[in-house]
């Protein structure tokens, strides 16, 4: 393995470029520190279809968010041959989608905010107020694009006013939105590699909610508690349902599984299959706690990269 070319493919085009550029570059450098033969591709640069296969061996996909997680990038990998690294192209895309992944949580009995989705051409506050008391939400709602990560464009709307402004402003960059209701209660978020959860951990935003700012910005103060303050039976409990929910989306690899913890209920937000690897990521810190370390969790999903057919 140590002889093989690692393309790391970094940076993309998304609203979530800043964190998959700093994801990159923790993982170039645990990969040289292993001895791997490291060279970079970033898609905002060139497009994909550019990447020299002949010089490839593994793909390391660093990409966040849109086409880079949502199965775009996978296809491209696919149709070059290369192995690469997390979720393939349907897993990855259901999961990114939040009305397709949360089906397949009902399917499977998982326990998730009940929803509806809008569309931009046919929006009016009339048909918002009739889906409201046809799904009956209560306020504070969450209203958001279906496609994004990081919790970017998501609004937390406290009467009908608000969410009718939040949704014609979201409506100018996205088509479809969708509409669920903001559980309180604690955050609690789990890693899973290769089937296995492998812990739970607890976050206290000092923000309005666990955004953009408060995952990646270390002046947010975001605390971090791992393992998470929870009863045994409640901490195996969501370990429990995050391995369910990563077999039943059929994903690879390393994901991280969103809940919240309310009135003694775990809530399935979504299903992240290409953590960030940032020095404030949530994947990484769980695996230092059970005693793996970053390089070698780095090395781990590159050799499952290997195996996949």
């Avoid at 706690?289 to 590159?302: A, D, E, P, T, V």
């Amino acid at each position: 393995m140590k002889n093989k070319n690692v393309l790391v493919v970094l940076g993309g085009t998304s609203g979530e470029r800043a964190v998959s550029l700093d994801s990159g570059k923790a993982c170039i450098k645990a990969l040289k520190k292993k001895g791997y033969k490291v060279s970079t591709f970033d898609p905002q640069k060139k497009p994909l279809n550019l990447i020299d296969k002949l010089k490839t061996d593994f793909i390391f996909n660093a990409l966040h968010g849109k086409d880079g997680e949502d199965g775009v990038a996978q296809s491209y990998f696919e149709y070059l041959r290369i192995p690469y690294t997390h979720s393939g192209v349907i897993s990855s895309n259901n999961a990114m989608n939040k009305v397709i992944s949360k089906e397949i949580f009902k399917k499977n009995k998982i326990k998730s905010p009940k929803y509806f989705v809008l569309k931009k051409k046919l929006y009016n506050k009339m048909l918002l107020v009739k889906n409201i008391k046809r799904v009956k939400v209560k306020f504070p709602m969450v209203v958001k694009p279906i496609n994004e990560g990081s919790s970017i464009g998501v609004k937390i709307c406290n009467n009908i006013l608000d969410l009718n402004r939040s949704t014609v402003s979201l409506f100018k960059k996205y088509e479809k939105l969708i509409f669920e209701p903001f559980i309180g209660g604690q955050e609690i978020q789990v890693a899973v590699i290769n089937g296995t959860p492998l812990g739970a951990i607890e976050l206290k935003p000092r923000r309005k909610f666990y955004d953009y700012k408060a995952k990646y910005s270390k002046a947010a103060n975001t605390k971090h508690i791992m393992p998470a303050n929870l009863g045994k039976t409640e901490y195996k409990e969501v370990l429990k349902i995050a391995k369910k929910a990563h077999t039943a989306l059929g994903c690879k690899g390393v994901t991280r599984s969103d809940f919240k913890f309310f009135n003694g209920k775990f809530y399935l937000l979504e299903i992240n299959t290409q953590p960030g690897m940032t020095k404030l990521s949530l994947v990484p810190e769980i695996a230092s706690y059970c005693r793996i370390s970053f390089i070698n969790l780095i090395k781990w999903i590159l050799k499952d990269a290997s195996k996949k057919k």
